[in-house]
């Protein structure tokens, strides 16, 4: 599906005979130059969406815009655009359905059938959704389709979950599929805590109380905390296969330690043997005992090596590493402006290890040993029977001995080795912190001069630090040699005990002997689990950061509302649009863009509507640090407040972005990496092509536009100046070709020249209507539509649309005639392989008389009655010309 087969097409040549596989069933037919170029491409196995007609719909010419003849020559009607209402949509994990809506815009006069099918995101299906697939028909004058996919509800935390739904191209009908919207992700919204409900209040507490990462105080029983978090792993299907079969080696482990036991008693009752015939019996048991010993051991040391194969350590850090990633992508305003970003790279790298070897491989190591103990219990009641000696009682007596003690022994001492690894985690915090201000304070630091300041209180915090890491290793020390002094006295003893059994001949030689090592494994294990628990313990501040991280407010709410008010607006709107417009206009390009533009109520009386019509170019003006920018991220869907949703309405099929005047570079990227970062794998190569077309036309310098056949990687601030950055920062905006492009201040850095320069290359793109889909039919691409802010007007012929901004005033569309004010300069470059756009010369209009712009062939008056909703389009066979429109004063 994603390999293209490109081949020439002589221009009125008529047909296509590229080679297509059978399989796509596809038929030649008649084929027009697109866009003056000489070829055009044809998608194997699946054509891309906004680039193909129906396999029952052959001929390329039938896509809308293109002109094709019916029976007896008659002109065939386009065929109307099907796609999704919204790129995302959002349903709650409890809701029975998910209803994804479909739109189909344009002629509706067809009868028109799509077919669509599900596809496994983070939410798999039969898990958290029922998978779905089936075909839609939209009758006559049908413009609203709903498809509906069963969800399945569990209680099972998972920190996204969402899944594709896709429509097929090869098999549509009469109709043509958008260009980026021929796919949609449903999102399903968790309402499960990390790790598990048990502690739903408890964490509630904390996230309140809560102030920085570096301290987290979770009112909850560590081990019970740390034994949800194994059941949550455990649901993964590697996770638990893994840990099943490391447990039965584990198992098999503790059985050959019990193997070695017994080999050691007939070795040295072997070697004790007097008579020549018991030494000929006992060279042969010695080359059993060899044979065995050897054979037994390679199988555990192939085992022990397969563990490494069974990814249970590496799908554990893989599931919290990604889901605190994806957890970090949906954080809420609230919630990223206040986060630790170094608190977060510790939770992401540090945090994640504690975890899981602290918690997770621990308790796996915990139940190895305590296998261990109860097989040595279980070995040495059985090894008189398995000798044929007779059972003594002073042989059993010490091993109730170990779990008495080491139990009393912990309860005095638990107090204070938890304590003492507390307060070692808190100073260690303090330094991170520490560490953590210093970095994102530094160039305050350096311009004030107080660097011996901080360096002296970065001495003390390592100071306090080494002094409490000292403190706690004496206390550890002494903890842990309390299992070794215990197993020590209690061999000794038995030493006493059992070297008299022997004497008397009530006791072999090799039971006696096996038994004082066993005694000492036996005091090992159970020192092994103290030491276990408190490595546990010590996990549990990472466990506790990551679980406030984890369950950390995300914007999905607000996005779901957000999507369930544009779709309700949209049918409102949409229907009103439909009762104006000529039949067959595409209803989708009518829309307005609106929002509220009451910026801060109380200092400006009323509020107003920014009414902005798509594929025009609009400026914001006003005085500085007024509402310009706020009003842009609101309508770039930027700005999620719950106030912002119900007065703010863009179109939910369109795609916004917001590019602020301060340019961000990845570091270790080459210059091509970073421009098309933000376009689709597919398109990644005509994009670069066209990003360096882009760069040309803005006038950047041969230094900077050989970069792009550059492999080097920099971090990009010392290479290029500032207004280069702004330069590249307007090319990759364009490049990543949004339908609605909002620019922050993008003339700030450049000068006279270099502004009119900006404005050409953004009006090229509206005019276009699409830098990237060049062998797409005209009719098939939306208006594209640019708005910036900026503090000035001097180039406003430029604009379709000018609104006044200020804090006092609130937002006022201003006549365009009435916003010039200087001459604008002539256009110094065009769109690399374009004519430059024609500009307005001479002088501003005087009052009464006609506007100069209205003689301007690209801005001849629409004669359409739909001109209020729509850019009037010709309707020659021609290549369709965009005419531009002088919008009337705003009404009252």
């Given at each position: ?9 002589k ?20 084929c027009?130059?697109?866009n ?6 044809h ?22 815009g ?26 709650d994990?409890?809701?029975e ?13 067809v ?18 959704y029922?998978?779905t ?15 509906t ?18 429509l ?6 009469s ?7 021929w796919q ?19 964490i ?28 949550l792993?455990?649901r ?6 893994g840990?099943?079969k ?10 050959y ?16 043997k ?26 555990v ?6 563990k490494t ?6 799908t554990?850090?893989?599931?919290l ?10 954080f ?9 970003h ?16 602290g ?9 190895e040993r ?20 007779a059972f003594?009682?002073?042989s ?12 009393i022994f ?39 001069d107080?660097?011996?300041r ?11 630090y ?6 706690n ?8 040699r ?9 061999s ?10 022997v ?9 006696y002997?096996?038994?004082i ?7 090992q ?5 103290y ?15 990551l679980?406030?991280?984890?369950n950390?407010?995300t ?13 309700q607006?949209?049918?409102?709107v ?10 067959g206009?595409n209803?989708l ?5 609106r929002a ?5 109520p ?26 310009k ?5 609101k ?9 912002d ?20 570079f ?9 421009l ?10 005509v ?8 760069a040309?036309?803005l ?21 290029l ?10 090319v ?19 000068d006279?020249d ?10 090229e ?19 594209r ?8 007007i001097?180039?406003m ?13 609130g ?7 009435g ?7 002539p256009a ?12 307005v ?5 005087s ?46």
């Amino acid at each position: 599906f994603r390999r293209f087969c490109s081949e020439p097409c002589k221009e009125g040549a008529g047909r296509f005979l590229g080679p297509v596989p059978p399989a796509a069933a596809m038929t030649s037919g008649p084929c027009s130059v697109l866009n003056g170029g000489g070829s055009f491409y044809h998608r194997l196995g699946k054509v891309a969406p906004g680039r193909n007609v129906s396999a029952a719909a052959a001929p390329i010419s039938a896509c809308p815009g293109s002109p094709s003849s019916g029976a007896g020559g008659s002109p065939r009607p386009p065929m109307p655009i099907v796609q999704f209402g919204c790129r995302d949509a959002f349903c709650d994990e409890g809701a029975e359905f998910a209803n994804i809506p479909l739109i189909r815009a344009g002629n509706l006069q067809v009868v028109s059938t799509v077919y669509y099918r599900t596809v496994d995101g983070t939410a798999k299906s039969g898990t958290s959704y029922e998978a779905t697939e089936g075909s839609l028909t939209f009758q006559v004058g049908e413009m609203e389709k709903i498809i509906t996919v069963r969800l399945i509800d569990d209680d099972q935390w998972r920190t996204t979950l969402d899944f594709t739904v896709e429509l097929d191209s090869v098999h549509t009908q009469s109709a043509v599929l958008g260009q980026h919207l021929w796919q949609t992700t449903v999102h399903i919204l968790d309402n499960d805590v990390f790790p598990t409900q048990k502690f739903h209040d408890e964490i509630g507490e904390c996230m309140q109380e809560t102030v920085s990462l570096h301290f987290v105080k979770l009112e909850a029983p560590p081990f019970r905390m740390i034994f949800e978090l194994a059941r949550l792993m455990l649901r993964d299907h590697t996770i638990a296969a893994g840990v099943t079969k490391t447990i039965l080696v584990d198992v098999l482990d503790n059985l050959y330690m019990l193997a070695k036991l017994y080999f050691q008693v007939l070795l040295v009752d072997c070697i004790i043997k007097h008579t020549a015939e018991e030494a000929r019996e006992a060279r042969k048991q010695l080359l059993l005992l060899f044979t065995a010993n050897v054979l037994i051991f390679g199988v555990v040391h192939f085992l022990d090596y397969r563990k490494t194969f069974w990814k249970v350590k590496g799908t554990a850090m893989t599931i919290l590493r990604s889901a605190l990633m994806r957890k970090f992508f949906n954080f809420d305003e609230s919630g990223r402006s206040g986060l630790d970003h170094g608190g977060l790279i510790l939770s992401l790298t540090r945090d994640c290890d504690a975890v899981v070897d602290g918690c997770l491989l621990n308790l796996l190591s915990l139940v190895e040993r305590i296998s261990g103990i109860f097989l040595i219990v279980a070995y040495q009641v059985a090894q008189f029977t398995v000798f044929g000696q007779a059972f003594k009682v002073g042989s059993v007596v010490p091993l109730s001995i170990f779990p008495v003690v080491y139990s009393i022994f912990i309860c005095f001492r638990w107090r204070v080795t938890s304590s003492s690894l507390q307060s070692v985690q808190k100073q260690l915090d303090h330094l991170v912190a520490t560490c953590d201000s210093v970095v994102e304070n530094y160039p305050l630091i350096v311009n004030y001069d107080v660097r011996s300041r901080f360096l002296a209180a970065f001495d003390e915090e390592i100071a306090a630090y080494n002094t409490k890491a000292t403190e706690n290793s004496r206390v550890m020390l002494n903890t842990l040699r309390f299992a070794p002094w215990l197993a020590l006295l209690v061999s000794l003893g038995y030493q006493a005990w059992g070297g008299m059994q022997v004497v008397f001949g009530e006791l072999s030689v090799g039971v006696y002997l096996v038994n004082i090592g066993l005694f000492a494994s036996f005091g090992q294990k159970w020192g092994d689990i103290y030491a276990l628990l408190l490595s546990m313990l010590e996990s549990v501040p990472s466990l506790h950061r990551l679980v406030l991280l984890m369950n950390m407010e995300t914007d999905f709410h607000t996005r779901k509302d957000l999507y369930a008010q544009r779709l309700q607006t949209f049918r409102e709107v949409s229907a009103q649009a439909m009762r104006n417009l000529p039949m067959g206009s595409n209803v989708l390009d009518a829309l307005h863009i609106r929002a509220d533009s009451c910026l801060k109520p109380g200092l400006h009386a009323g509020r107003t509507i920014t009414d902005i019509h798509q594929g025009n170019m609009v400026f914001f003006v006003g005085p500085h640090a007024e509402g310009k920018s706020v009003l842009l991220r609101k309508i770039a869907m930027k700005s999620l407040v719950v106030d912002d949703i119900a007065s703010t309405f863009v179109p939910p099929h369109l795609r916004t972005l917001f590019v602020p005047n301060e340019a961000v570079f990845f570091r270790g990227k080459t210059l091509v990496d970073n421009l098309v970062f933000g376009v689709c794998d597919d398109d990644i190569p005509v994009a670069s092509v066209r990003a360096k077309h882009l760069a040309k036309s803005l006038g950047l310098s041969q230094q900077v536009l050989d970069l792009f056949d550059s492999k080097d990687e920099h971090s990009w601030l010392n290479p290029l100046s500032q207004t280069q950055r702004q330069s590249l920062n307007i090319v990759r905006a364009l490049t990543a070709d949004p339908e609605v492009l909002c620019l922050s201040k993008p003339l700030q850095f450049f000068d006279k020249d270099a502004q009119i320069r900006v404005l050409d290359v953004l009006q090229e793109f509206i005019r276009t209507k699409d830098f990237l889909e060049f062998d797409v039919t005209e009719g098939a691409r939306r208006p594209r539509t640019v708005i910036l802010t900026t503090t000035d007007i001097p180039n406003m012929s430029y604009a379709d649309q000018v609104f006044q901004i200020s804090l006092a005033g609130g937002v006022q569309e201003i006549e365009r005639q009435g916003a010039l004010q200087d001459k604008p300069p002539p256009a110094l470059s065009a769109m690399a392989g374009g004519a430059p756009s024609p500009r307005v010369q001479g002088p501003p209009a005087s009052p009464g008389a006609a506007s100069p712009l209205a003689a301007s062939p690209l801005r001849a008056s629409p004669a359409s009655p739909m001109s209020p909703l729509l850019p009037a389009w010709n309707t020659s066979g021609a290549s369709p010309v965009r005419t531009l429109r002088v919008f009337p004063a705003p009404r009252a």
